[in-house]
RNA sequence: GCCGGGAUGGCGGAAUUGGCAGACGCAGCAGACUUAAAAUCUGCCGAGGAAUUUCCUUGUGUGGGUUCGAGUCCCACUCCCGGCACCA
């Protein structure tokens, strides 16, 4: 592929000089950034604030095309707004903490910090090649100690309040990262997010978050404009289950602890034929029967080695074992026999079920499996006493077989039994939600460390804010041992505690580095501020922001945590509203030309900067937005070239010396072309459609190459349309708009002008093609008035020759007229 | 299994409320300009047919339906993508 650019003939007739994108782009950046044109400020008198932010990059070395896919066309909507007459904030920063910058620097033999920094000079400079908005004089870096203080500040303000806990627990364990990962972090089958390897299982003392706190309010979406499909992905994750625990009396007189269930199925007590406790059930071993110890004891160990993918696969034939013991229904008093088995969960409800083969599928295949009883309490239509079922029954239907709540619709008795257990003490309405509380511990060295001495005789103190940032050590061995790097820095981990002075040690783990991404947005907004990670005036001036993208890999990470952090910024009285995301958008994943995901591997990768250097910014941002809807993304496409040729069409129009040669009557028909694209452009931009609008500009430079060969309209209109043209162009090809729209006289930044109106009077038309339908097939189109009666166009349309001939003289059986859309004849 | 989204020419895609399917662009074909190429400009471009500047038939994943009229609404299905998954 050979560029067109530069090779232009310069023995050519033009007047002009031609299209060298990089030398004007070049131009305009460094004369937009020499006169802070994009600085914003805290507020305008004159223009209301309004905040857009896109996803801060990983500074991982190189920007690559998912980066431009997602943030050329964030800048378009960002400047689209700041021409609409808002104050718009729009900053750009870097996520700088993290593993990849760990393991480069411990493959290059150099720090992380260095690493770090080095790519985000490089990755600051091809931001700046892209020619967005960027307020740089916000710009934040997540693993600057100016930043992090105030990570650790928004943990020692959860801690303070009781939402971060340090406790013994299963932590998803990623062996190659040789660290414990969060909930969300494990995707797929079992594999870390990260680098893809299968996550296993270890226990260890980690802090976590209680986000489940806010498991309801963070199932009310009401205050935001999100993709419902994202929406539908925190819902799921959330996994709100509303029903009952149960309390079930252990039958052994010499065991006073109760075996307490959850269930959705109130209903279906009466159906109760078996208990299961999952393997590692605290229960088990006081409810045992001796005789059945070894069995036990040899299934758990079994299932302990059974990884979590294989435990929790829904193929996986279900196995179990007695443990010799039973408790009472609360319901009629029956024995019922406790077994064990891995397909209950123990980290979900209470880690023990009541099983109802009946109405469940699972304990149905359990039952027929041990051949346990499997007792109908619902009655499925047509079923008759004694009927065996072929599987599990779990649709709606009236209760029998159980005594006074027998005939009850399944709804009605979920509600009864509820009372029924409540006022007799044998269990309680409950809410059950599956998401878990956010595991922040990270055994790695590149990250915020934890802000937690922990002393001897005091237990687990804070630090003091005032000491705050404790700095990440620089003198440390980082290499991946298991053990957090940190525990090895001596000077760092042995201080005397805040409050005793005995000597004590410091935490070891670092933070989850999602912590620092949970409010970075704030921080743009009063970067400066060394009292608060954001004041009072900066939240006022920018409490949420109003329009977010990035990618909907972050659904339930990310974009979950985000919001936790801000209800609990809010309940501490640091932010305001209950979202910091009014608006999000999740634009689509570009691929390779191939369709498949970019890697080096398959060298399917497009290299941002080369397209730059070959076709210019200006081209490359446009042919982004064109490829097709924002959300979608897909394949990339090669044919930037037919953007190239629109912009070359566009500077030539641009720099045409106008002179009118023929007077017509055209100028009202182009008025409304040029205002009819006003609106489209001005419509679609706002829905986000980038590919629809530059559609519609380029239909207007098609029209305005016709123009300029009959050179038919006046001089004025077409300086208007030139105008309006450059104007509808400047979010989207910032570049060449300022070019030429200083070319054409203007001494000030086309960036500073105000969005272009649609004259709505200049659309109005007197006359409108219309298809005349016979039986709902087009037979003829002809010209009528706008404000023409169905009879007269029915007339009209009568008379021509194609209606007369489809007609052929039947009788007409009805007629149907849309105004100024069709008129359909049926015969 | 559950939740969400999708399927339109050779390709990317367009189509306010049910109202002319295929805008805009790529690729392709033909032509103008040119010594030539690039650039620029013009025309053609879903399929089949009539023997062709026009007209007919057909056509938006499949099968039904509603309607004067369906890419769009309803029912059933197929395939593809994303998320969750023994969650009681």
């Known amino acids: 592929m050979k560029s067109p650019i530069g090779i232009f003939s310069m023995t050519s007739q033009r007047s002009h000089d031609d299209y060298q994108p990089l030398v004007i782009e070049k131009k305009w950046q460094d004369d937009w950034d020499k006169q802070n044109l994009y600085l914003t400020p805290d507020s305008d008198p004159n223009r209301p604030n309004r905040y857009h932010a896109t996803m801060l990059p990983y500074p991982s070395g190189d920007l690559h095309i998912g980066h431009w896919w997602a943030m050329a066309p964030s800048d378009m909507l960002a400047r689209f707004h700041r021409m609409n007459g808002y104050n718009v904030l729009f900053p750009m920063g870097f996520d700088a903490f993290g593993l990849p910058a760990e393991n480069a620097a411990i493959q290059r033999g150099i720090h992380p910090q260095e690493w770090t920094t080095a790519n985000i000079e490089r990755m600051r400079g091809q931001l700046k090649r892209m020619g967005a908005m960027f307020d740089w004089s916000r710009e934040i870096n997540t693993s600057s100690p100016d930043y992090y203080q105030w990570t650790q500040w928004w943990f020692l303000q959860l801690f303070k309040n009781g939402l971060a806990y340090r406790t013994e627990t299963l932590a998803n364990w990623c062996p190659k990262c040789q660290t414990t990962l969060a909930n969300e972090q494990v ?42 499909s994202v929406l539908r992905m925190q819902e799921n994750w959330i996994g709100k289950s509303e029903g009952a625990e149960i ?108 099983a109802v083969p009946a109405h469940d599928q699972r304990d149905f295949e359990f039952a027929q499996k041990y051949e346990l009883p499997i007792k109908v309490v619902i009655a499925p239509e047509n079923w008759s006493e004694n009927q065996e ?10 209760l029998v077989n159980s005594q006074e709540f027998t005939s009850l619709t399944a709804s009605d008795a979920i509600t009864k039994v509820i009372e029924h257990v409540e006022s007799n003490n044998l269990g309680t309405k409950k809410t059950q939600f599956r998401i878990r509380d956010w595991l922040i511990s990270r055994q790695r060295y590149w990250g915020a460390p934890i802000p937690i001495i922990h002393c001897v005789d005091c237990g687990t103190v ?29 000077k760092f981990v042995n201080v005397p505690c805040p409050n005793c002075g005995a000597p004590a040690k410091r935490e070891t783990d670092t933070m989850d580095t999602f912590m620092c991404s949970s409010w970075y947005v704030y921080r743009y907004t009063d970067p400066a501020n060394i009292t608060l990670p954001v004041g009072p005036d900066a939240t006022k001036n920018w409490p949420a922001v109003d329009q977010y993208t990035g990618g909907a890999e972050h659904a339930v990470m990310h974009l979950l945590y985000a919001r936790f952090f801000h209800k609990f910024g809010r309940d501490i009285g640091v932010l305001r509203g209950n979202e910091p995301f009014l608006n999000y958008f999740a634009q689509g994943q570009v691929l390779g030309t191939d369709g498949q995901r970019m890697s ?35 394949p990339y496409s090669e044919g930037i070239i037919g953007i190239s040729r629109w912009l070359n ?17 055209r100028d ?23 590919n629809t609008a530059i559609a519609a500009l380029m239909e ?60 709505e009077s200049a659309l109005i038309l007197s006359e409108i093609e219309i298809p005349i339908q016979i039986n709902g097939k087009v037979k003829a189109k002809i010209m009528v008035p706008t404000d023409a009666t169905e009879d007269t166009v029915l007339e009209l349309a009568k008379t021509t020759d194609q209606v007369e001939k489809a007609l052929a003289g039947e009788p007409i059986k009805r007629v149907i007229y849309v105004e100024n859309r069709l008129l359909n004849i049926v015969i």
């Open 187 to 228: 995707v797929g089958d079992g594999i870390c997010e990260r680098c893809e390897s299968p996550v296993s299982q270890k226990s260890m003392p980690q802090w976590l978050f209680k986000i489940t706190e806010y498991a309801e309010e963070l199932l009310d979406f009401s205050d935001m404009e999100w993709p419902n």
């Open 247 to 354: 309390l079930f009396e252990i039958d052994n007189p010499n065991i006073s602890e109760v075996l307490s269930v959850f269930t959705t199925r109130p209903d279906t007590l009466y159906g109760v034929t078996f208990m299961v406790l999952a393997p590692e059930h605290p229960l088990v071993n006081d409810i045992i029967n001796p005789e059945f110890s070894k069995q036990i004891k040899r299934y758990q160990e079994d299932s302990a080695r059974v990884t979590e993918i294989e435990r929790q696969s829904t193929v996986r034939e279900k196995t179990g074992v007695f443990t010799g013991a039973y408790c009472l229904n609360p319901m009629n008093g029956e024995k019922v026999p406790i077994w064990i088995a891995d397909y209950v969960l123990a980290t979900y409800g209470t880690g023990a079920i009541m």
């Open 389 to 398: 079922l072929e599987e599990a029954y779990t649709g709606k239907g009236n």
């Open 462 to 490: 804070p630090v003091e804010e005032n000491d705050l940032p404790i700095k990440l050590p620089t003198e440390v061995e980082f290499l991946p041992t298991g053990q957090s790097p940190l525990s090895l820095a001596e």
């Open 600 to 634: 080096k591997s398959r060298g399917n990768v497009v290299a941002p900067d080369e397209i730059v250097d070959q076709w210019g910014t200006d081209a490359f941002r446009a042919h982004l937005a064109f490829m097709g809807p924002w959300e979608n993304g897909g």
């Open 649 to 665: 069409r566009v500077w030539i129009l641009a720099n045409s010396d106008y002179s009118q040669k023929n007077i017509s009557s």
């Open 668 to 690: 009202v028909e182009f008025l409304r072309l040029v205002n009819q694209t006003i609106q489209r452009v001005t419509h679609d931009l706002g829905e986000k459609s980038f």
């Open 700 to 759: 207007l430079t098609n029209a305005l190459s016709a123009s300029r060969e009959s050179r038919d309209v006046t001089v004025e209109n077409w300086n208007f349309s030139i105008k309006s043209l450059l104007l509808l162009l400047a979010p989207i090809t910032p570049h060449i708009s300022e070019e030429l729209w200083r070319r054409s006289g203007e001494k000030k930044s086309i960036h500073l002008e105000s969005w272009p109106v649609t004259d």
